[in-house]
């Protein structure tokens, strides 16, 4: 998420949840992300194997909110020593915080 406020047209990031994977597919125009989420029984395989379950489109300041927003959820609700327990890494505490500052920057420019 970080690399697409800062301005990169596509990222995509996977979750593994053996033996399907869910790959989000991430491409950025101006303002605007469009967003897919597809499932792969092999988070090994090419896209075109997976089956689109989910797509949209939204403005980065939106995505952006929703991420930062569901993230600080998902901390409230496990907390961070709870999210390492149930997830076997460590909550990315630092990486939120990057996104938010970043995002604040972003709007800000996007204000004046």
């Known amino acids: 998420m970080v690399r697409l406020v800062a301005g990169e047209r596509e990222a995509r990031v996977q979750f593994e949840a053996e033996p399907t994977a869910y790959r989000w597919i991430f ?4 303002e605007d992300v469009w967003s897919r989420v597809l499932e792969l029984r092999d988070g ?5 194997r997976g ?10 300041d939106q995505l952006s909110r929703a991420v930062i927003r569901c993230f600080d959820e998902v901390a409230q609700t496990f907390g961070e020593s709870g999210y390492r327990g149930k997830w076997g890494e460590h909550f990315p505490r630092t990486e939120l ?16």
């Open 44 to 48: 090994n395989d090419h896209d075109n």
């Open 97 to 112: 915080e990057a996104l938010s500052r970043l995002w604040r920057t972003h709007q800000h420019l996007c204000d004046t």
């Open 27 to 30: 491409y950025r125009e101006g």
């Open 51 to 60: 089956t689109e379950i989910w797509s949209c489109q939204l403005g980065i």
